[in-house]
């Protein structure tokens, strides 16, 4: 069979000694960005592409870059999990549970899971990938912008399942999120929003220095403010891997994650935050223990953090199968294939087969060394907690605001990430669980600019949002989900 | 638990301010970002959606406050961290350790770009130290030193990020 | 509270101790350039401008002794990255590749930028000309530019096309194609070609536009069809392609222009360094093997007769709103 004869030439290029070795740095250096609060593949990827000019072979190029994306997708859980500090818009979901067990001494547990989800959802996503590849990328082209507009929609209204108690704080969160995107150019008009003569906020907020001041310095403000001796959260380490419960309450979890993740993944732009959220939101409605969900369940890390690892392996597929990079670190590794002259796209398979199939045998490869690095690693990372507040707090502020400080070089955003750190601890005052927020500005750009697409494309009707396939499909689900959601909840009231 | 009246004063004064920002954003969005054409939706069309969202959302936050003050679903939801917010802080004292932070966070940011990265990370810890954790001075300085090495090594040497050196040393 | 004011003045000291000792050292100011040169895009990664900065960006170190960092600053249509530009300090290390794209051309005559295109910024170089395709999907019932118009007039209904920005330079030539043409054009703006590009390929509008590098890969593969190219003369690598003007449709075109700026007040020295590397990029062999391989036709043009390209250009876009009466919804 053709695949099976493709796969073998393709490992046949992985496994010589110069991919492996460059498949392990990557995953390694993946890793490190993962973890390192405000640097994304994306920056990283862009920072190493002039290396990837003195590399001859494409192949080896594309093997260091995809090992970089998604072992970041792997190392993106480790801060939110430690300290409530999500790297990536994929990873917000991540902290809610994943940051209060490790305030339950349960970040082993947490971090483990982690790794063995992404693990099991990277491979079973690349073999996915390997198989069915051309009919599903025709199936993500489907997605125009009626559906992008319903889809982000849907992600938007699990957001507010994220909300815990108050359903009206959620959605205040949601609506303040959509807001601060709108700052700066409007992409469809071009007139500047909200920006009142300020030069900085012509270009608008970046979603690092949001996720990371809404989260992690609130986090810090809130901690300063409560002890006089910051002695806390680094009290207890706890085991240091999952035991036969999590996994039991996991494994389910992992394989839906693993789903929806693989098919949400596809579609270019948002892919990967869409699955994670959906993920948690269905966790949450299966669990037969929806409460414990904000209050540490493991189910609430196994579920997203699987689900955002196979959106980072078949974001892969519209690249290779159609040429149309999905996100921008998948762009920055679409400039590297044509600068070498490889054109990324449908004629791929049979002009450049070692490229295709030596990259995604490089995944299965890569998929393995990441759970060996990670195991391990766990163990380190969770040692990490033992390192006194006094300490800990000012090191990882001075990464945030560096790492806010080089997306665009300006101390502007040193400020803005203060402000969103201000934000983030009066929520927390108020009890408000911040993850809308930061959610809700990933989604605000797609939501708004697919809407006003729309009716540009429709002449101002709104049917289209109903009558297209895929868009309709979606509205009818989502006033299921509604009506089913409010009959519960009156069904529940009235029983107590 | 029983509620704390200056948490209810603070939810309210917040739902007040949500308020607020929603009358401004949906006036901003009509009168100078304009709706534009249903078929054309001019640039303050969702503006103006998110500012009368936010009025509805704040006013029905504050009813909600004012009307279910006291009942106890609502003091169930604010035992879930263990905390009661605002209350517990007035109650233990705040250790003011968070204001200090804030302002040391605010001089980094001014100092980055004219004194440079390394000058910038050493002055931060040091005074982190000193300042906001209160700590002796040999300690520090060691603190200060290990840190400040090694995120010099990180960021410049390993990832080899473009950082500003200094305006006023240039 | 008392011990940490002592702390503060302590700090306070040792600070502008530090401040002293390295200030003492003067930085001698070397030949340029003495650190790496930072090349602002001002479109994401993967379009056509940052594949020909990146293709500069290869095969510049065998000419300069400092590396030429492409940094891709997209949003606004191109907007946001020139000011970037334009804000930093005229000594060179700052550039602007892609000066001559529809922001700077376009955008002017149709709404207020934060910045002059002309004043601001000085030109360099000119580097290529990407021509814009007009292209339709796969399964539309026209084969040509003219039986498009026709079918849209026969229809009777807006023909709606994906362009990569408003008021970008794809823009104004299918909106003044409409125009001309008689016919009403919805031009629909995406963030940037490449996405603009995947939505037609989805089947979601009937036409769009887009240059070279972006359709090429998808009318090889069958997803697209082309129906004009529109720049004055053919492109190279589109040699079977009719021109708009060949097929009856005469309106001023420009293609995207993409040369590199510096901000006003950069040294006339600099400015020379940057023309003599280019141009022995320009004739570097590999370099030309990478811009045929990404569709990219070779224009050089040194910095005085940019100038007056750039300006030339610029009027004949004005003309052309005018003329059409074209104006931002």
Redesign the interface.
């Known amino acids: 069979m053709d695949i099976f004869d493709g796969l073998i030439g393709g490992f046949s290029v992985a496994l010589t000694p110069t991919n492996i070795l460059v498949a392990f740095l990557g995953c390694l250096l993946g890793t490190a960005v993962g973890v390192l609060p405000g640097l994304g593949p994306a920056a990283t990827i862009a920072m190493l592409l002039p290396t990837t000019y003195v590399i001859d072979s494409p192949v080896t190029a594309i093997i260091l870059m995809a090992g970089i994306y998604y072992g970041s997708m792997y190392g993106g859980s480790t801060t939110s999990i430690l300290l409530n500090l999500p790297g990536e818009a994929a990873s917000v979901v991540t902290c809610i549970d994943g940051y209060k067990m490790a305030q339950k001494g349960r970040a082993g547990a947490a971090l483990g899971i982690a790794a063995i989800g992404s693990f099991i959802a990277g491979t079973v996503a690349v073999v996915g990938l390997t198989f069915f590849a051309p009919p599903i990328a025709e199936f993500a082209l489907k997605f125009g912008p009626p559906e992008k507009f319903t889809l982000a929609l849907v992600g938007l209204l699990m957001a507010v399942t994220l909300s815990g108690s108050s359903i009206i704080k959620g959605m205040i969160l949601l609506v303040l999120g959509l807001l601060i995107a709108s700052v700066g150019l409007d992409p469809v008009s071009g007139k500047t929003r909200f920006s009142f003569g300020v030069t900085e906020l012509q270009s608008g907020f970046d979603f690092v220095t949001l996720a990371m001041g809404v989260f992690g310095l609130g986090e810090i403000f809130y901690n300063l403010e409560k002890t006089l001796k910051t002695e806390i959260v680094t009290t207890k380490v706890g085991q240091v891997f999952p035991n036969i419960q999590d996994w039991v309450r996991s494994r389910m979890a992992i394989l839906r994650g693993t789903a929806v993740g693989f098919f949400i993944g596809i579609i270019p732009g948002g892919g990967a935050v869409i699955s994670s959220l959906v993920s948690y939101a269905m966790e949450k409605k299966v669990s037969k223990r929806p409460e414990e969900f904000g209050q540490g369940a493991i189910e609430g890390v196994a579920g997203p953090e699987s689900a955002n690892n196979a959106a980072s392996s078949s974001s892969f597929i519209p690249l290779l199968t159609l040429g149309i990079p999905g996100n921008a670190a998948i762009a920055m590794i679409f400039a590297a294939l044509l600068i070498k002259g490889i054109t990324p796209g449908p004629f791929l398979i049979k002009e450049n087969p070692d490229v295709f199939w030596g990259v995604i045998a490089s995944m299965y490869l890569g998929n393995v060394m990441l759970l060996v690095l990670n195991l391990p690693l766990v163990g380190i990372w969770v040692q990490l907690l033992r390192v006194p507040y006094r300490i800990l707090a000012p090191v990882v502020i001075l990464f945030t605001a560096i790492g806010s400080y080089s997306i665009a070089n300006q101390a502007f955003d040193i400020y803005a990430l203060l402000g969103f750190g201000v934000l983030g601890y009066l929520l927390k005052k108020l009890n408000f669980e911040p993850g809308p927020l930061p959610l809700a500005f990933v989604l605000s750009p797609m939501i708004e600019t697919s809407l006003r697409q729309s009716l540009l494309i429709s002449g101002g009707s709104f049917s289209i949002f109903v009558t297209r396939p895929i868009s309709g499909t979606l509205i009818a689900l989502l006033t299921v989900l509604i009506i089913g959601q409010v009959l519960f909840s009156l069904r529940k009231r009235r029983k107590s | 638990m029983k509620r704390h009246d200056p948490l209810q004063k603070v939810e309210l004064a917040a739902a007040v301010l949500v308020v607020a920002l929603g009358a401004f954003v949906t006036l901003y969005a009509y009168f100078v970002l304009r709706l534009g054409l249903i078929i054309s939706p001019g640039a303050g069309f969702m503006p103006f959606l998110l500012g009368v969202a936010l009025l509805l959302l704040g006013a029905s936050w504050f009813l909600k406050t004012l009307l279910l003050s006291g009942a106890i679903n609502t003091a169930a939801a604010y035992d879930l961290t263990g905390e009661v917010g605002l209350a517990s802080g007035a109650a233990k004292g705040h250790s003011g350790k968070h204001l200090w932070g804030f302002l040391v966070i605010l001089l980094f940011g001014l100092l980055l770009e004219r004194a440079g990265f390394l000058v910038s990370i050493t002055l931060f810890m040091l005074v982190w130290q000193l300042i906001v954790e209160k700590q002796k001075w040999f300690v520090s300085i060691v603190i200060t030193v290990l840190t400040a090495g090694a995120m010099y090594v990180i960021f410049r040497m390993l990832l080899k990020i473009h950082l500003p050196s200094g305006a006023w040393f240039s | 509270m008392k011990?940490?004011y002592e702390?503060?003045l302590i700090?306070a000291g040792?600070?502008f101790g530090?401040?002293l000792l390295?200030?003492g050292?003067i930085?001698s100011e070397d030949k340029f350039p003495s650190k790496?040169i930072?090349v602002i895009v001002p479109f994401?990664?993967?379009g056509s401008t940052?594949?020909l900065a990146?293709?500069v960006?290869?095969v510049w170190p065998k000419y300069s002794s400092q590396?030429f960092?492409?940094?891709?600053?997209p949003?606004?249509?191109g907007?946001?990255g020139t000011?970037?530009v334009v804000?930093s300090k005229p000594d060179g290390y700052t550039i602007y590749l892609g000066y001559g794209s529809g922001h700077d051309m376009v955008?002017p005559h149709l709404?207020k930028l934060?910045y002059d295109t002309f004043k601001d910024l000085v030109p360099v170089a000119r580097l290529s000309i990407h021509s814009i395709v007009i292209v339709t999907g796969a399964a539309s019932p026209f084969k040509t530019l003219p039986e498009m118009v026709a079918w849209a007039k026969k229809e009777n209904k807006?023909l709606?096309a994906a362009v990569s920005?408003?008021?970008g330079s794809v823009d104004i030539t299918l909106t003044s194609l409409g125009k001309a043409a008689g016919i009403n054009i919805?031009t629909?703006?995406?963030?940037g070609g490449?996405?603009a590009?995947?939505?037609l390929?989805?089947?979601?509008?009937t036409i769009g536009g887009g240059h070279p590098?972006e359709v090429i890969?998808?009318i090889?593969?069958g997803r697209f069809r082309a129906l004009a190219v529109a720049t004055p003369e053919r492109d190279p690598a589109l040699p079977d392609l009719p021109t708009m003007k060949e097929v009856g449709v005469n309106i001023a075109n420009w293609g995207s222009i993409k040369g590199i700026a510096a901000p006003a007040g950069t040294p006339p020295a600099v400015i020379a360094y940057y023309e003599t590397t280019l141009k022995k990029v320009f004739d570097d062999p590999e370099f030309k093997?990478?811009m045929a391989?990404?569709y990219q036709p070779l224009q050089y043009q040194n910095a005085a007769d940019f100038g007056r390209f750039l300006r030339e250009a610029s009027a004949d876009y004005a003309k052309l709103i005018k003329d059409l009466n074209i104006s931002?919804?």
């Open positions: 011990k940490s702390k503060i700090v040792l600070f530090m401040l390295s200030g050292a930085a790496p930072n994401a990664a993967g940052d594949l990146r293709a960006e290869k590396p960092v492409v940094i891709n600053r949003g606004g249509g907007v946001t000011e970037v804000r955008m709404q934060p807006p709606t920005t408003r008021a919805v629909v703006p995406f963030a490449a996405e590009v995947t939505a390929a989805g089947g979601h509008l590098s890969p998808h090889k593969a093997k990478m391989d990404l931002l919804k």
